[in-house]
């Protein structure tokens, strides 16, 4: 079946520094993929997506490719901020018709410090 | 904006006891879906459902049963609930449609669970 294989966390980094928060799936046909974030005590949030292979997805600074041949969506930010502290959760959708579904990855707890 | 409430929003309760949990969106979204999250796990499907009276299970669906008898209602009952059960639940729904294997999850703000 579906899979989502992401970075285990924490990550730990100084404002400022580059992020890259590993991603790779398992998936039958030609799933989409998500990137949510979790802010502390709230819901999931949509942070971007991409539906096809060499595709890119960008929200707030943030980045992730769609690759096909690496079956990867890995997550970069170039310059990370106190308030990207969050957790990260990687997703695909697939399955497609009535049965479309997200499957996610178990979360990486990002922390940035000042 | 998609509009999802979920309610209870915090519940405790005792092992044994019967819960529902209920999702409203004030959309007319044909897709719902139930998630657990747990520290370690990520999010876990509980159930979904395609269209009112249409539902089917999830990865984690053992005792825990869905009915959708509206379009904007989706409930979730614990039979009889577990200490394995405690959690916090997510409603979502499906938006951004366009093809069978795309459409990204809009979610609400979660229903906190303690089963004592």
């Known amino acids: 079946g579906d899979s989502v294989t992401q970075m285990e966390g924490p990550v730990t980094l100084s404002e400022e520094a580059f992020l890259t928060i590993n991603c790779t799936y398992t998936?039958?046909?030609?799933?989409?993929l998500f990137w949510y974030v979790q802010y502390p005590g709230e819901g999931l949030q949509l942070l971007l997506k991409a539906t096809k292979a060499d595709d890119k997805g960008s929200n707030k600074g943030f980045e992730a490719t769609y690759r096909k041949e690496t079956t990867s969506f890995h997550l970069e930010k170039g310059s990370v901020q106190v308030s990207d502290s969050a957790v990260y959760f990687c997703a695909l959708g697939g399955s497609g018709g009535s049965n479309y579904k997200l499957t996610f990855g178990k979360g990486t707890l990002l922390t940035v410090n000042p | 904006d998609a509009g999802i409430t979920q309610s209870p929003r915090h519940k405790v309760t005792e092992t044994g006891t019967p819960v529902t949990l209920r999702c409203h969106q004030t959309e007319n979204h044909r897709y719902m879906y139930w998630y657990r999250q747990d520290p370690g796990h990520g999010l876990r499907l509980i159930h979904y459902s395609y269209g009112v009276k249409d539902t089917d299970k999830g990865e984690v669906s053992d005792g825990y049963s869905v009915s959708r008898s509206k379009t904007e209602d989706f409930l979730l009952t614990l039979e009889s609930a577990t200490s394995s059960q405690t959690s916090v639940y997510f409603c979502a729904i499906r938006t951004g449609l366009a093809g069978p294997n795309t459409g990204e999850l809009f979610f609400g703000e979660g229903s906190r669970l303690t089963v004592l």
């Open positions: 998936a039958t046909g030609y799933p989409s």
